[in-house]
């Protein structure tokens, strides 16, 4: 159930929610015309929140940002059926420029940011496509740097930044264009705990201070559901489950998967007995 619903539906006396900012309403992607990737996902960002999307390797969490950046174009895939509502406007197949002006901004798997500028210049290509004036643009870097101090010291080439850094660099880079939607993809990957620690951590900060709403996919799903208000998990390009943040934390069959223990040996949520039974029951 989608999180806005799912207020209403306990207090049922109350106003009805806002629309989401972002509705994903069952889509379908379609890579190179054949390969069907995504089969029917949808899902639900409410303003102001972090919501994560949580699944195992290509599950398809990926495509599900890129079906929002419009990015999928870049790599010859399509949203074939379904919509993907942005403000209460179809965006789907839109061109990712048209896309990013409209206030979605993601950061892509593996950071990506430009190592042979530095800091100071990855956070102004940000801001690009902004047309409030170089004082407010100069006015959020220094805003920037406050959230990152460590980057404030770095004055070299981005390159030599360490992974830590470069994740939080990607990030401010994405809070330069103002976006009213984030879409992060893995900021822990490839993180010591302690770095991961404290990318959850500015993730947090900037959604409790800044009212950033966050679209998360993690394949750490302690640390994503330690941030995130309600989640998602999917596998083999559909959600199997969601739920708010405390029921998935909860859960047995998510904390048996997702939570630790089961490893290697994982196998599939989807093929779980408990959890068909359970699905039942939703
Ligand atoms: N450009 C592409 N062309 C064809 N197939 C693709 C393309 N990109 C991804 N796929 C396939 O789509 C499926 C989902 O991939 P995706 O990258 O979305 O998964 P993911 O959940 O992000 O995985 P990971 O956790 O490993 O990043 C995979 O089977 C992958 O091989
Ligand atoms: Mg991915």
């Given at each position: 159930m989608a999180p806005a619903a799912a207020a209403t539906a306990e207090s049922p006396s109350a106003a009805p929610a806002r629309e989401p900012i972002l509705s994903v309403n069952n889509i379908e992607v379609v890579y190179d015309d054949v390969i069907l990737v995504l089969r029917g996902v949808s899902l639900d960002v409410?303003?102001?929140?972090?919501?994560?999307?949580?699944?195992?390797?290509?599950a398809g969490k990926t495509t599900t940002l890129k079906a929002i950046s419009g990015l999928l174009r870049t790599e010859n895939g399509e949203v074939t059926r379904g919509e993907v509502r942005f403000m209460g406007e179809n965006i789907a197949n839109?061109?990712?420029?048209?896309?990013?002006?409209?206030?979605?901004?993601?950061?892509?798997?593996?950071?990506?940011?430009?190592?042979?500028?530095?800091?100071?210049?990855?956070?102004?290509?940000?801001?690009?496509?902004?047309?409030d004036g170089a004082s407010a643009v100069k006015r959020d870097l220094e805003m920037v740097l406050d959230y990152f101090p460590r980057l404030r010291e770095r004055t070299g080439l981005a390159g030599y930044l360490s992974g830590g850094e470069q994740q939080m660099l990607a990030i401010g880079r994405a809070m330069m264009a103002r976006p009213k939607l984030i879409l992060l993809d893995e900021p822990s990957m490839g993180l010591a705990p302690l770095l991961v620690k404290e990318v959850f951590n500015i993730i947090r900060q900037l959604n409790r201070e800044l009212n950033m709403t966050t679209l998360l996919v993690e394949q750490n799903a302690k640390m994503a559901l330690g941030a995130a208000s309600y989640?998602?998990?999917?596998?083999?390009?559909?959600?199997?489950?969601?739920?708010?943040?405390?029921?998935?934390?909860?859960?047995e069959?998510?904390?048996?998967?997702?939570?630790?223990?089961?490893?290697?040996?994982?196998?599939?949520?989807?093929n779980l007995k408990s959890y068909k039974r359970r699905k039942r029951w939703l």
């Open positions: 409410p303003e102001g929140e972090v919501v994560t999307l949580l699944g195992p390797n290509g839109m061109a990712p420029e048209q896309i990013v002006r409209k206030g979605i901004f993601q950061v892509m798997e593996g950071r990506r940011i430009v190592e042979d500028m530095t800091v100071v210049e990855n956070l102004r290509l940000g801001a690009y496509t902004r047309k989640g998602y998990i999917m596998e083999s390009g559909k959600i199997v489950m969601d739920g708010a943040q405390q029921d998935l934390l909860d859960n069959d998510v904390k048996e998967f997702y939570l630790g223990g089961g490893g290697e040996h994982r196998k599939s949520f989807k």
